[in-house]
């Protein structure tokens, strides 16, 4: 029963290794879960998850697993609680009877004791099997059952399975929303530092080694202090079917504006595909509009990529001569070109697309470009996999496959 | 530490007097202090991540050692210092026995608790403010409670296991290895009812009508998915204690927000809330306003 907790977890992404069931494990057999579920609950979740990114699937796989275990305890509880009335004091136990009490597992004491409760009619006092007081038999209160099921007493409040069934951590899942919090977490891992710029910090490691060459007189060395070289620019997809993002497509452009730590950040519109100009304002009005190519000469390939788009068109948007869908803005070279130009011309490009990854291949046009630029779905995970596509290890440039 | 900890150990902390703990919370501090392990608190700013430490401290009678991590904190700096700098001036202008490296050695918050007699509460204050790899660093010396230092071959072994609280807001992600160490527990933000509980702890004897008219404005003011900065139960308090020191009226807090000042920290909120004021927008006066989800 309790693996079943451990790979259901695993089963829902969240990452739990041998170390975390082992911590649980200690703490169960310190009697940490007071034989009371909803402690029993806290007792797993801290142990075991260590982000409320994952309480919402802890919730679930909680209910799951324990769903049954309630229900059957509270149907009998009333009338076994009468039974455990008026305790009787415990005997003492000889050393092997408490080892072998110590030797059932919880899952075997969970099954024996709906068993044993099924088969009960009636009180008992100080025995060794039956739900009751003061006995050795793993189920009631005031007995000496190391790691039994307590049944009544005190400590009982709140229901674990109440807490798990109200979900209320489903806010925090990563996989659904891209909340301004999550997103500058994600964007803090933009970061690549670099000395350069005016030497103000003091180098204690070279003032030793310069003091020392210089007979004990002591000669002061200084470096500049470590900065932050990432610069971003941002091309943003606007109007049509990206309408239904304007949320998360803002959030992420705030996000990045107010990412103190970059060295420098830019961003731009477009509509379906980037072709000759791109746009200041998310109007697209012409008065706007800076030549991509006169962008490109201007931030050099120093600069890192982000294009933001569900990249689904026409294919002869992307892929033929004056494809351009705004007639007033007709341009000979096919929306393809000016993309591979634009992977060519900087350090590192990411797309990050609204749509849900499962639908990608649906599209032609999303399935091309995809060849061209790694692509990530536009949500925390997603923006933290296309920042260690634009700032981590250089991987293969081939489109990496959901 | 007894081999089999009994339950009545377990609740050990229990919350004190100054401070209001939900019981998930208690579980998990008892948890952490049970199993010898470091405990990670996440939670909104001004939820009380720091000042549980304090509380849990007292009510374990143990002496309180907080470090407060910065973006320039490196993990050496929490186990010693080695004053190069001072040496180097003493070397060169006299002052003490340079040959003796030990009087240059300044141990950090983790050296000088290991160091302690008696077992000691470590605050790791907002270790997420520190570099990525930070807390990497002090996987070991977390572990096995000890570190050598390089400088004079020493070993500081910690006479007394100290229990260790870490808190975060969240700002980095944090590494796994060290995730797998912890004891986790998230704050969440107060419900109503506890609410009410940790108001009472620090204005005891509100009025009944005020505090209804606080916390229907508050919670709505949280419910504003425009706010940049959602108003924390530390401003809350604060914004309270404004509330009685002016000696505002029921009538007052319920027509308006008074002292917004003291709720809304960020210059675009305020904004937001004088556009919805010129909109003459109404402000909820009661807990049906808000809808199903504060139904007292």
């Known amino acids: ?402 | 530490m007894p081999a089999r900890v009994t339950n009545e150990d377990f609740r050990r902390f229990a919350g004190t007097a100054g401070y209001i703990a939900s019981e998930a919370l208690i579980d998990a501090v008892n948890c952490a202090v049970a199993l010898e392990r470091p405990l990670l608190i996440k939670g909104e700013p001004g939820t009380g991540k720091t000042l549980l430490a304090r509380h849990v401290a007292s009510a374990l009678g143990m002496p309180m050692e907080s470090w407060h991590i910065k973006s320039t904190t490196k993990a050496a700096d929490g186990l010693y210092v080695y004053d190069t700098v001072q040496r180097l001036n003493d070397s060169r202008f006299g002052g003490g026995d340079v040959a003796d490296i030990r009087r240059y050695i300044r141990f950090g918050p983790l050296g000088r608790v290991f160091n302690a007699e008696n077992r000691h509460l470590l605050l790791i204050d907002e270790v997420d403010k520190a570099d990525v790899e930070f807390p990497n660093d002090l996987l070991r010396e977390l572990d096995e409670m000890r570190f050598t230092v390089v400088e004079t071959g020493d070993e500081i072994i910690a006479r007394e296991r100290p229990m260790v609280m870490i808190t975060s807001n969240n700002e980095k992600e944090l590494p796994d290895a060290f995730l797998r160490r912890c004891i986790f527990h998230f704050i969440e933000f107060p419900d109503t009812t506890l609410m009410r509980q940790i108001i009472d702890v620090h204005h005891p004897n509100l009025d009944a009508k005020l505090l209804d008219q606080v916390l229907i404005k508050f919670y709505w003011l949280r419910e504003q998915n425009e706010l940049r900065k959602k108003p924390s139960t530390s401003e809350l308090i604060d914004w309270i204690a404004a509330l009685l020191r002016s000696g505002m009226t029921t009538a007052q807090v319920e027509e308006h927000i008074p002292f917004l000042g003291a709720l809304l920290k960020n210059e675009v909120d305020t904004e937001a809330l004088q556009k919805y004021d010129d909109r003459q927008g109404r402000y909820p006066t009661s807990w049906s306003d808000l809808g199903p989800r504060y139904n007292q």
């Open chain 1, 1 to 402: 029963m309790f693996l079943e907790l451990f790979y259901g977890l695993r089963a829902e992404g969240v990452p739990l290794g041998m170390q975390e069931w082992l911590t649980f494990v200690e703490a169960l057999g310190k009697g940490l879960h007071g034989c009371n579920l909803l402690k029993f609950y806290h007792l797993a979740r801290s142990c075991l998850v260590k982000s409320e990114a994952f309480y919402d699937a802890f919730d679930r796989v909680f209910l799951k697993v324990f769903k049954g275990v309630e229900g059957s305890l509270d149907d009998i509880t009333d009338s076994v609680l009468d039974w455990l009335k008026n305790p009787k004091n415990f005997p003492d136990l000889t050393p092997d009877q408490l080892a072998e009490l110590e030797r059932l597992s919880g899952d075997d004491l969970m099954r024996r004791f709906l068993e044993t409760l099924a088969e009960q009619t009636e009180r008992h006092d100080g025995g060794g099997r039956w739900v009751g007081t003061g006995g050795r038999s793993p189920f009631g209160h005031g007995g000496t059952h190391p790691t039994g099921i307590r049944v009544g007493g005190p400590g009982k409040s709140r229901s674990a399975m109440k807490v798990a069934e109200e979900r209320k951590f489903s806010d925090y899942r990563t996989d659904l929303t891209l909340d301004i919090r999550h997103t500058r977490t994600a964007l803090k891992r933009l970061r690549q530092l670099t000395r350069n710029g005016v030497a103000t910090e003091l180098d204690v490691d070279e003032t030793i080694d310069e003091t020392c060459r210089n007979a004990g007189e002591i000669e002061l060395v200084f470096r500049p202090p470590r900065r932050n070289n990432v610069r971003v620019v941002l091309l943003m997809d606007v109007g049509g079917t990206m309408d239904p993002y304007f949320r998360p497509v803002s959030t992420l452009l705030t996000a990045l504006h107010e990412e103190r730590g970059l060295q420098s950040f830019e961003s731009y519109y477009f509509h379906n595909c980037v072709y000759d100009a791109v746009f200041q304002r998310a109007s697209l009005r012409r008065d706007t509009a800076i030549p991509t190519g006169d962008l490109m000469r201007r931030l050099d390939s120093r600069w890192k990529l982000i294009v933001v788009g569900d990249a689904s068109m026409h294919p002869a948007e992307l892929l033929e001569p004056h494809g351009c869908i705004d007639p007033r803005m007709t341009s000979e070279t096919p929306g393809i070109a000016w993309l591979q130009r634009l992977v060519a011309h900087f350090d590192r490009v990411a797309w990050l697309n609204p749509d849900e990854p499962r639908v990608w291949d649906q599209s032609d046009t999303a399935r091309i470009i995809r060849r061209l630029f790694p692509m990530h779905h536009l949500s925390v995970e997603g923006v933290a996999e296309a920042i260690s596509t634009l700032v981590g290890a250089r991987a293969a440039p081939a489109a990496k496959s959901h």
